[in-house]
């Protein structure tokens, strides 16, 4: 049986999802001053990058789902 679109989607989406959440709490390990130094605004920077790079891939899905259907 061929994959549908939806199901290419929940197995494509599911694992990068949980890459992504794995790397943040990588990049949370960061975090420990024993091992690492940091400015309180390297800290901010790092997290305004992310969160404008979630802005806008939710913007993506939004647009999408925003956008008329063509017969």
Known sequence: MQETKHDKF???AVRRAN???ERIRILGNCSNKATYE???GEIDKI???LEKALRACR????AQSQRPIRL
């Open 10 to 12: 929940k197995r494509v």
């Open 19 to 21: 890459d992504l959440l």
């Open 38 to 40: 940091y400015e309180p």
């Open 47 to 49: 997290f305004t990058e």
């Open 59 to 62: 913007a993506r899905y939004k």
